[in-house]
Nanobody, 124 residues
Framework: QLQLVESGGGLVHACGSLRLSCSASGRIFSRYVLAWFRQAPGKEREFAAAISWSGDITHYADSAEGRFTIARDKAKDTVSLQMNTLEPEDTAVYYC?????????????????WGQGAPVTVSE
């Protein structure tokens, strides 16, 4: 059974940076997409970024484009999310997720595997 574990969440001031990481274990399939979603208090979980199994193709939500960078280390089977110029509106629990549809998948029901989430708080 695939397990995804996030790390790197925490408290940061506005305009600051934070890097999240997600490690995978128990993998069976070799071709997959890894993504980051986030869920702010009182809001639905939303797509942030995705990266293909090869690492060559990425897809970002408008809110993440230009500020967030998703990357993967195939050797370590990890995916990271570098977040720059953070705003209080970025405060959320960030989830790592995996699917086998492709990087264009942005709906939560397209992702069968999820991590437990890493909280990120951006203060004024």
């Amino acid at each position: 059974q695939l397990q995804l574990v996030e790390s790197g969440g925490g408290l940061v001031h506005a305009c600051g940076s934070l890097r999240l990481s997600c490690s995978a274990s128990g993998r069976i399939f070799s071709r997959y997409v890894l993504a980051w979603f986030r869920q702010a208090p009182g809001k639905e979980r939303e797509f942030a970024a995705a990266i293909s199994w090869s690492g060559d193709i990425t897809h970002y939500a408008d809110s993440a484009e230009g500020r967030f960078t998703i990357a993967r280390d195939k050797a370590k089977d990890t995916v990271s999310l570098q977040m720059n110029t953070l705003e209080p509106e970025d405060t959320a629990v960030y989830y790592c997720a995996e699917n086998y549809y492709g990087v264009a998948a942005v709906a939560t029901n397209q992702y069968p595997y999820w991590g437990q989430g890493a909280p990120v708080t951006v203060s004024e």
